[in-house]
Nanobody
Framework: VRLVESGGGLVQPGGSLKLSCATSGFTFGTYVMSWYRQPPGKERELVAFLNRGTTYHVDSVKGRFTISGDNAKNTLYLQMNSLKPEDTATYYC?????????WGQGTRVTVSS
């Protein structure tokens, strides 16, 4: 199983970014996939998950972030709009398989003017 995040960077408050997580080694769409983030100096926290077409977003990002997946491309996405400084974090994608969870290396998002 391999997960590779991309799309992070520096963006101004109110801006947008789209994160991607390219996957391999399992059948995409079969297992729960999630985005987590870890702000500087804080613990890792759930942002959103996708489970066979059903999505969940935590309250702090609801209405601003959207998780989605493309089965043909084996890729998980996180569209982030109306970004705030408090969204600054390293973002990780993860898949929960019967063998346990697998994580990507993370992509850093910095929201600052």
């Amino acid at each position: 199983v391999r997960l590779v995040e991309s799309g992070g960077g520096l963006v101004q408050p109110g801006g947008s970014l789209k994160l991607s997580c390219a996957t391999s080694g399992f059948t995409f769409g079969t297992y729960v996939m999630s985005w987590y983030r870890q702000p500087p100096g804080k613990e890792r926290e759930l942002v959103a998950f996708l489970n066979r077409g059903t999505t969940y977003h935590v309250d702090s990002v609801k209405g601003r972030f959207t998780i989605s997946g493309d089965n043909a491309k084996n890729t998980l996405y996180l569209q982030m709009n109306s970004l705030k400084p408090e969204d600054t974090a390293t973002y990780y994608c993860t898949v929960q398989t019967p063998s346990g969870p697998f994580w990507g290396q993370g992509t850093r998002v910095t929201v600052s003017s």
